[in-house]
């Protein structure tokens, strides 16, 4: 039986407008349903995909891609709010200023 390979809708989005709503991004490209073409200055620059999306269909799955993913579900990080990552953002920054 052939595996049945589910169509992603990818949108494309200025830089500008990616900068302006990355978390969005992130959050629907991480979903898995959405992929998102980034344009600067009219010339296609970038493409943000979810990780899954991307073992999937772009890589053949490399060991260290697979580890990692399975390192950042098994401490729970694929749920950290939006909050709470601002939180560890900024504790990074105030450590490394210091």
Partial sequence: MTKKVKRKITKSVSALNAR????????????????????????????ILGIEDFLENI???????RKAHLKAKGAKLDQ????????????VRRNTNE
Avoid: N
Avoid at 24 to 40: D, H, K, N, V
Avoid at 59 to 65: G, H, N, R, W, Y
């Fill in 80 to 91: 950290l709010t939006m909050d709470e990552i601002d939180r560890e953002v900024t504790e």
């Fill in 20 to 47: 302006t709503h990355f978390g969005e991004i992130l959050e629907r490209a991480g979903s898995g349903q959405e992929r998102f073409l980034i344009y600067r200055k009219g010339e296609p620059t970038a493409v």
């Fill in 59 to 65: 890589t053949d799955d490399p060991e260290v891609f």
